[in-house]
């Protein structure tokens, strides 16, 4: 799983076993050790309450959610993305979570 940050935007790319993964068991997480006593998680969770795409922050993980119909119908089909914008404060960030054609398993 790789994850962009720039300007107002989070963009998640999945490959294609990370998808199985989150198929399965509603849940693909990473992370990247920045410093010896500090990493930055960042996960994709499927949550059955939620309408819409969500993020979170919390204890150094970014967690995207996930619509649990949204997230089965993109993982079982060739829909690309899934996206969406969230206001946050006087900003808009956009999110976008798509399938990793490029990598290699």
């Known amino acids: 799983m790789k994850l962009r940050i720039h300007g107002d ?3 998640v790319r999945v490959t294609h076993a990370e998808i199985l993964e989150l198929d399965a068991r509603g849940l693909v997480e ?3 050790q920045l410093t010896a006593e500090r990493a930055l998680g960042f996960r994709l969770t499927v949550v059955p309450q939620v309408t819409r795409i969500g993020v979170g922050f ?4 970014i967690d995207i959610r996930l619509p649990a ?3 089965r119908e993109w993982c079982r089909s060739d ?3 899934l996206r969406d914008t969230l206001s946050v404060g006087e900003t ?3 999110i ?3 399938k990793d054609f490029d990598s290699h398993d």
């Open 96 to 98: 976008v979570v798509e």
């Open 92 to 94: 808009e960030l956009r």
């Open 58 to 61: 919390t204890d150094d993980v």
């Open 9 to 11: 935007s989070l963009r």
């Open 79 to 81: 829909r690309v993305s």
């Open 69 to 71: 119909d949204a997230a």
């Open 30 to 32: 990473a992370r990247v």
